[in-house]
């Protein structure tokens, strides 16, 4: 059982490889992996009478690069699952930096209240900046008084694990020209390829919001659904 629970987190770890440089844990990631390949060869070459002489030194190491507090596992979640809650901070902290500059957003971010303890499965940098540029960036080319708000939620079907939806609310234009504005933005398709290879599902375009976020000042509406992480019990 352990030797293939091992398989699967090191099947895990070579997908993720490749985005590690982000949070600069390759070295980390390189060298978790060294180790869990040499634990399962260990565990493969175990006599059948189940007499143990040695453990390799490898047992060990990747026990303490495991250690929920320990720096491996820290950079992981930084990269890959966060909580919703603190995207809210990075979003607020973005629109700070712009209005002090003199423009003029009014911006919300909302999760309901079993969403904002929950944890996104993602590539965290590119799920921030898709998030900046649809409902913050556009304003740095507007003059006047503009508002959005991000509403979080979580979503079950029944059949695949609940997945955390981001439903995006801008008044910078229709559907028609929010969706030009998203074009001019730093969020293109690599950004939107990254998150596709984590499951993250795309609305195809911007939509009319409904009447009552219309009355609210809102005229276009877009959503994506996030793979989740940690899920708190619903209560």
């Not at 070579?14 to 985005?19: F, G, H, N, S």
């Not at 003029?104 to 999760?111: A, G, K, N, V």
Request: hydrophobic share 40%.
């Amino acid at each position: 059982m352990i030797e293939g629970s091992l398989s699967v987190f090191l099947a895990a770890l070579d997908d993720l490889l490749p985005y590690a440089y982000l949070a600069g844990i390759t070295p980390h990631a390189k060298e978790v992996k060294t180790d869990c390949e040499d634990v399962l060869n260990w565990l493969r070459e175990l006599p059948k009478n189940g007499e143990i002489e040695a453990r390799p030194r490898a047992l060990g190491c990747l026990a303490k690069a495991l250690d929920l507090e320990g720096d491996f596992i820290e950079s992981f979640n930084k990269t890959f699952h966060v909580k919703v809650s603190s995207l809210g901070n990075f979003l607020r902290e973005q629109v700070d930096d712009i209005n002090k500059n003199g423009h003029q957003l009014e911006f919300q971010y909302l999760p309901e209240d079993d969403a904002k303890d929950c944890f996104v499965l993602t590539l965290v940098s590119s799920l921030k900046n898709l998030l900046s540029n649809y409902t913050i960036e556009p304003i740095l080319k507007e003059t006047s008084l503009h508002s959005s708000l991000i509403k979080v939620y979580r979503v079950q079907d029944g059949i695949s694990p609940e997945k955390i939806v981001f439903r995006l609310l801008t008044s910078f234009g229709d559907p028609l020209e929010s969706q030009k504005l998203i074009s001019l933005g730093r969020s293109g398709s690599g950004e939107r390829l990254n998150m596709e290879r984590f499951g993250v599902k795309f609305d195809p375009k911007w939509d009319w919001p409904s009447e009552a976020e219309q009355r609210d000042g809102f005229k276009a509406a877009w959503e994506l659904k996030v793979m989740s992480g940690y899920m708190p019990r619903r209560s």
